[in-house]
């Protein structure tokens, strides 16, 4: 489990801004909640699903 309070100071260490009223609402949002994308990209190029063509930085993440 995920501690928010704790996340967001790992965050903040890293250099990236949080704009989230809650500790659990950020807690959900947790990076390691989702697949790893290079992975993900890995898997689906070499299953022919897909063709690598660029690779992007997220600037940021909106939850509405």
Same mark, same amino acid.
């Given at each position: ?9 790992k965050?903040k260490?890293?250099?990236?801004i ?10 959900? /949002? #947790?990076?390691? %909640?989702?697949?790893? @994308? ?5 898997? $689906?190029? /070499? #299953?022919?699903? %897909?063709?690598?063509? @660029? ?5 940021? $993440?909106?939850?509405?």
């Amino acid at each position: 489990m995920v501690k928010g309070v704790e996340l967001r100071a790992k965050l903040k260490s890293s250099g990236i801004i949080i704009r989230c009223k809650s500790d659990r609402g950020l807690a959900k /949002e #947790a990076p390691m %909640a989702y697949k790893d @994308v290079a992975n993900m990209v890995s898997v $689906v190029t /070499e #299953a022919g699903i %897909a063709k690598r063509v @660029v690779r992007v930085k997220p600037v940021a $993440v909106i939850k509405g």
